[in-house]
């Protein structure tokens, strides 16, 4: 499934809102849309007018188990889903779990979708590293100025070299 992490270091740069408006778009495609937040803030499903169940599962164990199916939730747009998030996905989540995490929990999800929207915290942490190599595309909201240009450089140039590393052990184990 074709997916797109929107990400920036920088905070209030618009990559929730990006998020949204690039899924409720492709929604209205016809495509077959899931938004992950992957913010501990949790603003996402809020933002789409989504009342939760009061006992689903939290995100990290849903996401460490390969459980994230059992989370996605309907938005009131049509074609538009969300697996919400909450402060389980601290910054000890994903601790020594391996950078392709999430995408492994992404892999295992069984609903059809035609592409999975990424929304990260402001942070280059596990959470954002994790959101990166699970992504096909990068999409790096910014203002137009040089305090926000950048914290940009600085997403690109932090996660290189993980990434790489990552990549290399990756194709290593296909060998
Ligand atoms: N294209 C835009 N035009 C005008 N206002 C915008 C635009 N995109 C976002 N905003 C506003 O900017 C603020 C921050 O946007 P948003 O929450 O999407 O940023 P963020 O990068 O996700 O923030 P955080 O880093 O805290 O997660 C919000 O009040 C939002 O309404
Ligand atoms: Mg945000």
Redesign the pocket.
Known sequence: MPTICIT?Q?????????AINLGAGLARQDQRVLLVDL?P?G?LAAGLGVTLPEDLLPLAPAILDRLLGRIVVPTPTAGLWVVPSDTSLDAQALYKKPPTTIRRALRALEQPFDFIVL?T??NLDLVTLNAIMAADWLML?CDVDKESLIPSDFVVHSFRPPMEAAMSRWWSQLE
């Open positions: 920036n920088k905070g209030g740069c618009g990559k929730t809102m990006t913010d803030q603003p929304d915290p402001p909201p």
